[in-house]
């Protein structure tokens, strides 16, 4: 049946802020109301879904993810929790017991560690008597290597080697691909995993940042058949971005042309600078605890004003990835260079966007606010390397620590801001985003549970071009594209406890969500996107 009504639980709509009832038509959301007026509307035609008291919710999307890189991460050993050198080697060596063929790791942070380095190239030998061994750091900008795979992929005579084994840059782009050797059949079956599990987390859409560095055009074409419209495969949208430098408009059309895959614009991980956790994002100063080094550039000011320029004239997204401040200070130069070279309404139209964007100052932000550059921003890092003993304050020292990932001054300032995970780099866990930057470690930064859900939801759709309008939103006329979350409670969250006891008068008419403080994540019972079910959990009842 085309008509199904979902009722007896509760409904986040704008529309009707206490709904407890939902009619789906097809691909379209028809009405939203009262557990009163759904009875009345009731008839034969509709199939009847009993909510039992869960919510309905819009989808989320992951404004920044990698989803290659996040199937091969499902599928090796999670490094994430060990914290220190002999634990990793533990897991190594037990891995190299049960795996054919190399062995594949992910996660480390050594900046957890009580060594505080990576594991080496001679431990790793030692560990899994000279098996291939790839483990990526946390960041995916860095990754150890075994002696046997430094030598397959002639990796010491590159560029980013390192004697100990460890692999950055030119380096680590060998090693990485070196790694994979994946087959046409195996590359779709990691992304398939990847996108199945997105779905089962509340997730509709992703915004794929691939980049000659990380993945080749064939790594999107295999994506780009996956979840094409006409496929049959039940999956979430995917976003397509691909991150390459142009120098001119006509460059930027030839590098369209051979992707063979239409892609949203030119951006995303097209780095300007590395990451914090290697020690390659770009700063002003130079880093508290390698005062040796400030970071790393890869772009300079003209070559981003290049870029800028030419996808303003083509009339689609520009945009780079973002960490430091020295970085952000090249970044918008070429912002505004571009700006004197083509003018300020085709650079504000085109669309542009910042990825991370976790560095910079009021002068920044009013640059990116003039020029209605958006800034896809990861909560999670904060909730994982933010506060006083935290990574960023290791790196940076508290001062500056404090002052990373300035969610509420984004708002303040009107850079419109949409969320991602940066997956593999975290979870996809849309909920513990929301929950981040609800409990933001510098309290002034902090944002409601509301802000950060539309950043998660409305906001990732408005940041691509050509979306539809009403999507990201449960109101009549919108599509039915919405997840249906086990709760243990709702409620409204704000950052500000002056606000709290009028967000939660009912006179405020505004929609209830998760209480995030329990201990236990909302956990997702069914995902579905333009009235196609994506997923569906064992227990859910459609009866």
């Known amino acids: 049946m085309s008509l199904t009504m979902y009722r007896n639980g509760s409904v986040y709509s704008t529309a009707e802020p206490f709904a407890t009832a939902m009619l789906v038509d097809g691909d379209t959301v028809a009405w939203v109301g009262t557990e009163h007026a759904a009875a009345s509307l009731l008839d034969a035609r509709m199939h009847v879904v009993d909510l039992a008291?869960?919510?309905?919710?819009?989808?989320?999307?992951?404004?920044?993810?990698?989803?290659?890189?996040?199937?091969?991460?499902?599928?090796?050993?999670?490094?994430?929790?060990?914290?220190?050198?002999?634990?990793?080697?533990?897991?190594?060596?037990?891995?190299?017991?049960?795996?054919?063929?190399?062995?594949?790791?992910?996660?480390?942070?050594?900046?957890?560690?009580?060594?505080?380095?990576?594991?080496?190239?001679?431990?790793?030998?030692?560990?899994?008597g000279g098996r291939?061994?790839?483990?990526?750091?946390?960041?995916?900008?860095?990754?150890?290597?075994?002696?046997?795979?430094?030598?397959?992929?002639?990796?010491?005579?590159?560029?980013?080697?390192?004697?100990?084994?460890?692999?950055?840059?030119?380096?680590?782009?060998?090693?990485?691909?070196?790694?994979?050797?994946?087959?046409?059949?195996?590359?779709?079956?990691?992304?398939?995993?990847?996108?199945?599990?997105?779905?089962?987390?509340?997730?509709?859409?992703?915004?794929?940042?691939?980049?000659?560095?990380?993945?080749?055009?064939?790594?999107?074409?295999?994506?780009?058949?996956?979840?094409?419209?006409?496929?049959?495969?039940?999956?979430?949208?995917?976003?397509?971005?691909?991150?390459?430098?142009?120098?001119?408009?006509?460059?930027?059309?030839?590098?369209?042309?051979?992707?063979?895959?239409?892609?949203?614009?030119?951006?995303?991980?097209?780095?300007?600078?590395?990451?914090?956790?290697?020690?390659?994002?770009?700063?002003k100063e130079p880093y508290s605890d390698a005062p040796n080094t400030s970071g790393q550039v890869f772009l300079s000011a003209e070559q981003v004003a290049d870029h800028f320029a030419a996808t303003s004239e083509l009339g689609i997204a520009g945009g780079f990835h973002v960490i430091g401040d020295g970085a952000m200070d090249i970044a918008v130069e070429g912002l505004q260079r571009?700006?004197?070279?083509?003018?300020?309404?085709?650079?504000?139209?085109?669309?542009?966007?910042?990825?991370?964007?976790?560095?910079?100052?009021?002068?920044?932000?009013?640059?990116?606010?003039?020029?209605?550059?958006?800034?896809?921003?990861?909560?999670?890092?904060?909730?994982?390397?933010?506060?006083?003993?935290?990574?960023?304050?290791?790196?940076?020292?508290?001062?500056?620590?404090?002052?990373?990932?300035?969610?509420?001054?984004?708002?303040?300032?009107g850079v419109p801001i949409c969320f991602g995970s940066d997956a593999p780099v975290t979870p996809l866990n849309p909920w513990a985003s929301v929950r981040a930057a609800l409990n933001h470690h510098t309290p002034s930064q902090r944002i409601s549970a509301r802000a950060a859900f539309i950043a998660h939801t409305r906001a990732g759709w408005r940041a691509t071009a050509g979306s539809d309008p009403m999507l990201g939103q449960l109101v009549p006329g919108a599509p039915a594209s919405f997840a249906v979350w086990e709760v243990e409670a709702l409620m409204v969250q704000v950052a500000d406890e002056r606000v709290a006891s009028w967000s939660t008068d009912p006179r405020a008419r505004i929609p209830l969500l998760p209480a995030l403080d329990t201990g236990i994540d909302p956990r997702c019972l069914q995902t579905v996107h333009y009235g196609r079910e994506l997923y569906a959990a064992p227990d859910f009842t459609r009866d």
Not at 265 to 270: F, R, S, T, V
Not at 382 to 389: I, K, R
């Open 53 to 128: 008291g869960t919510l309905i919710t819009p989808g989320f999307v992951d404004s920044h993810v990698h989803v290659t890189e996040t199937g091969l991460a499902l599928e090796s050993l999670d490094l994430s929790g060990a914290r220190s050198i002999q634990q990793v080697l533990d897991l190594v060596a037990s891995a190299a017991q049960t795996t054919a063929g190399i062995v594949l790791g992910h996660g480390w942070d050594d900046s957890n560690w009580v060594e505080k380095r990576p594991v080496s190239l001679t431990e790793l030998d030692r560990a899994t």
């Open 338 to 413: 571009a700006r004197a070279r083509v003018g300020i309404e085709k650079v504000r139209a085109a669309g542009h966007r910042l990825e991370h964007a976790e560095m910079l100052d009021d002068k920044a932000m009013k640059i990116l606010a003039h020029h209605a550059v958006t800034v896809s921003v990861q909560p999670a890092f904060d909730a994982l390397w933010g506060g006083d003993t935290g990574m960023y304050a290791e790196r940076l020292g508290k001062g500056r620590a404090s002052s990373m990932n300035p969610l509420a001054r984004f708002y303040d300032a």
């Open 132 to 283: 291939e061994v790839y483990l990526a750091r946390v960041d995916v900008h860095s990754a150890v290597v075994s002696g046997a795979l430094a030598l397959r992929c002639g990796l010491r005579e590159l560029t980013g080697w390192v004697d100990s084994g460890l692999v950055t840059g030119v380096a680590h782009a060998a090693a990485r691909d070196g790694a994979r050797r994946l087959s046409t059949a195996g590359l779709e079956r990691i992304q398939r995993r990847a996108l199945n599990y997105a779905a089962a987390q509340g997730y509709v859409a992703l915004a794929e940042m691939a980049a000659p560095h990380v993945g080749s055009p064939a790594d999107l074409a295999s994506l780009a058949k996956l979840t094409a419209h006409d496929s049959e495969l039940p999956l979430p949208e995917v976003l397509p971005y691909w991150g390459q430098a142009v120098a001119n408009a006509q460059e930027a059309r030839d590098l369209l042309a051979s992707l063979g895959t239409p892609v949203l614009g030119l951006a995303g991980d097209l780095n300007i600078d590395g990451s914090l956790g290697s020690h390659s994002a770009f700063l």
